[in-house]
């Protein structure tokens, strides 16, 4: 400010702030501006603004596993729709949709079943992993969350809108094995191809309020590979769900 001529007074009014603003600027070394105001700060002293505050660099160029972080949500409902939306989209080569219901899909993404189908036509494997609906563990998770909408029934909506799309090439679902029941309702994840949303529920919630992560894998061994080879184990021990007939009722 020094050097360019400028009271913090001054500077507060190239920038539109308060005068008290820019003081709570110099004396606090932790204080970080919106970016819009370390650009014009900037500008208005004639110097970089990663000079001014490098910390603000730091906390967007991560390193180490943080890397694979894209974004992290504290509710899976707070992830706009317009991201699952766009990673399906994109993906050419792997969707897996591993939620225990998967049933949130259908009322969020638009004409979802002629999506999937046009990825299946075109060579992305589609894969469906969910809980059977007549499962121990489907019975236990229902009395939890004791809401209107069952865990059972929400799994049959998601059975229903696949046989729509009947036994195309490409398209598979599976119920996760018994032994695999409970890793499976307290953790969802869905794969698009090198990306990954994870949800791991917490207690007595169902999905929409518990938390979501969005990774991007980068490397072998990272945060995305873990919870990837967690899905895909999952996957490989469970049960084939024929889609060209209604799989039986065993209640």
């Known amino acids: 400010m020094s050097a360019a001529g400028l009271s913090p007074r001054q500077l507060a009014g190239r920038v539109g702030v308060s005068g008290k603003t820019v003081e709570r600027w110099l004396s606090d070394d932790h204080l970080i501006p919106h970016a819009r105001n370390r650009e014009d700060a900037a500008q208005a002293l004639g110097v970089d603004a990663t000079m001014l505050w490098p910390k603000a660099v730091r906390d967007v160029f991560k390193t180490g596993p943080d890397r694979e972080i894209v974004r992290s949500y504290p509710y899976r409902s707070a992830c706009p729709s317009t991201v699952w939306g766009d990673l399906i989209k994109s993906a050419k080569t792997d969707l897996l949709f591993a939620g225990y219901t998967n049933y ?21 494997r589609v894969r469906f992993l969910m809980g059977d609906p ?8 229902e009395a939890i969350e004791d809401v209107a909408l069952s ?22 679902a599976r119920f996760s094995a018994p032994v695999d029941a409970m890793n499976h309702v307290s953790l ?7 990306d990954a949303l994870v949800t791991p529920h917490l207690a007595r919630l169902v999905g929409h309020d518990s938390p979501l992560m969005h990774l991007r894998g980068d490397g072998a061994g990272g945060m995305w ?4 080879d967690h899905a895909e184990e999952l996957w490989e021990r469970g049960m084939p769900v024929p889609l060209g007939q209604k799989a039986p009722d065993r209640s």
């Open 151 to 172: 865990v059972s029934t929400r799994v049959r909506i998601t059975l229903e809108h696949l046989r729509r799309l009947g036994p195309i090439e490409g398209l598979e």
């Open 134 to 141: 007549d499962g121990e563990v489907t019975r236990q998770r």
């Open 104 to 124: 949130f899909l259908w009322l969020e993404q638009p004409n979802l079943v002629e999506t999937l189908r046009r990825k299946a036509e075109t060579g992305c």
């Open 188 to 194: 969802s994840v869905f794969r698009f191809d090198r």
């Open 225 to 228: 590979s873990r919870f990837a």
